[in-house]
């Protein structure tokens, strides 16, 4: 049953803490894609890849977030330092290249930043 | 600014009925529109697509409209059932990115 993995599920972290999302995309897929989401705001985009280069990150707020891709089956989001606002639902996704490619979402990451 | 608008109430229907759901756009010019499913503590799931070409897509108990004039997108759910009620969420495509909408709550009354 191919699915995306996220890890951790749930992250409560101290402000100032580095804090680090992981993704494995489903395998054989090219295209990965970070979210965040909040009642306020809803689903963000955050960064997107294909074939693991960068291709828009412009959603994310560079000076403390970073995204790459070490590998196929790797994506990490690490965010340094974390703030309270950064408190949220990360969701990675995965797909294929092409028109009107599906997202295949995970089951995200609920971060907390006290 | 670019923006992409769903009702923020939910819509309460009862069983059986059609539940219908709009997306509206702004300044936007997407190559195609999805829609997603997400039940609480999990993630977005596909349901459909339909191409900037394309007038209606149909799926099962599904119907997806599109009008690029209008800038609008509809989504039916036909005969609902309790099952149904879900958080439904759209989507624009193109330009390698895929921005959502921030989602419409259906509550299906048995």
């Known amino acids: 049953d191919a699915r995306v993995t996220q890890t951790p599920r749930h992250k409560v972290t101290e402000m100032g803490q580095e804090v680090t999302m992981r993704c494995q995309p489903i395998?054989?897929?090219?295209?990965v894609f970070w979210y965040r989401q909040t009642m306020m705001q809803g689903l963000e985009l955050l960064a997107y890849f294909r074939n693991r280069a960068p291709l828009d990150d412009s959603g994310m707020p560079k000076d403390r977030f970073s995204a790459e891709m070490p590998d196929a089956t790797l994506a990490t989001l690490k965010i340094q330092p974390s703030e309270p606002r950064d408190s949220a639902v990360y969701f990675c996704?995965?797909?294929?290249?092409?028109?009107?490619?599906?997202?295949?979402f995970g089951q995200g990451t609920r971060l907390t930043v006290v | 600014s670019q923006k992409i608008e769903q009702n923020s109430e939910a819509l309460n229907i009862q069983e059986g009925k059609t539940a219908t759901l709009t997306c509206n756009y702004t300044n936007y010019s997407p190559a195609y529109l999805q829609w997603y499913r997400q039940d609480p503590g999990r993630g977005p799931v596909f349901l459909l697509l339909?191409?900037?070409?394309?007038k209606e897509k149909r799926k099962e108990r599904l119907k997806v409209t599109f009008d690029t004039t209008l800038k609008q997108s509809l989504f039916h759910i036909t005969a609902s059932q309790p099952a149904d009620s879900a958080t439904y969420l759209c989507?624009?495509?193109?330009?390698?990115?895929?921005?959502f909408g921030k989602g419409n709550q259906v509550v299906v009354i048995p």
């Open positions: 339909i191409r900037e070409n394309e």
């Open positions: 996704a995965s797909g294929l290249t092409g028109k009107g490619t599906e997202a295949f």
């Open positions: 395998l054989g897929h090219n295209t």
């Open positions: 989507a624009l495509g193109g330009n390698n990115r895929l921005a």
